[in-house]
């Protein structure tokens, strides 16, 4: 007997099955250990339709957030609802604030976000501690394939910051970087390798220019 895959969403809890007898279920934790493993994602597969849903419900909570005036504690609310879990009680964003998945996103303590930023959050974006995002900072997490055949499957690779991390405005980290504790990134820097803990970055690329409470180099 032959199985033709559907596909069924339930938008809190974007579900994939299969319409025969067996069935097969996605759901987030699994979505998660997937791109943590660096899955190839290729266009119109089972796991693109799934980002492709849980991207629709994304938008419906941003759009909440970014048009209408909310308190610091319904901003919270919303945020939790965005990422699937709840945040902590000293978070603070300032909106407007932009991402095409949401549920990729991992928070530490006393995260501050200031307006205008965008996280590409399918491959993972994980954030440390006590870190200050700068206005209209992008985080990148897919890359997609170069070849023009394939142009549209993509390649995760989660973005990682650690605690008391400073991003200036503007800058952008792209896909696979790690940044270490205490560092800052200048304002309008694209981060393309690691950055070292307690170094300054700046540039295009990014370079370090000084260390935290060394000598610049």
């Known amino acids: 007997m032959e199985y033709h895959a559907i596909y069924v ?3 809190r809890f974007p579900r994939l099955y299969n319409g025969g007898a067996r069935r097969m279920r996605m759901n987030f934790e699994e979505y998660r ?3 943590a493993r660096g899955e190839y994602l290729t266009a119109g597969s089972a796991v693109h ?3 492709v849903a849980a991207a629709e419900d994304a938008r419906r909570i941003t759009c909440e957030i970014n ?3 909310h308190t610091d504690d319904e901003l919270r609310a919303l945020f939790s609802r ?3 879990e709840e945040i902590d009680g000293d978070f603070r964003l300032f909106p407007p604030f932009y991402t095409d ?3 990729n996103i991992r928070l530490g303590r006393r995260v501050f976000i200031n307006s205008g930023c965008c996280f590409q959050d399918q491959g993972g974006i994980f954030i440390g501690d006590d870190c ?4 209209q900072v992008v985080i990148a997490t897919l890359n997609h394939d170069l070849a023009p055949a394939h142009r549209g499957s993509m390649r ?3 973005v990682r910051i650690g605690n008391n991390v400073w991003i200036g405005a503007h800058a952008t980290l792209l896909p696979g970087v790690n940044v270490g504790n205490n560092s800052v990134i200048a304002a309008g820097a694209v981060v393309s390798r690691d950055v070292p803990a307690n170094t300054v970055v700046a540039g295009v690329p990014a370079k370090i220019i000084r260390t935290i409470g060394g000598k610049e180099e």
């Open 33 to 35: 250990a997937l791109t």
């Open 101 to 103: 998945f949401g549920r």
């Open 67 to 69: 048009n209408v005036f």
């Open 9 to 11: 969403f339930d938008m």
């Open 49 to 51: 339709r799934f980002m």
């Open 156 to 158: 995760p690779s989660p």
């Open 132 to 135: 200050l995002i700068g206005h």
């Open 82 to 84: 965005l990422i699937g």
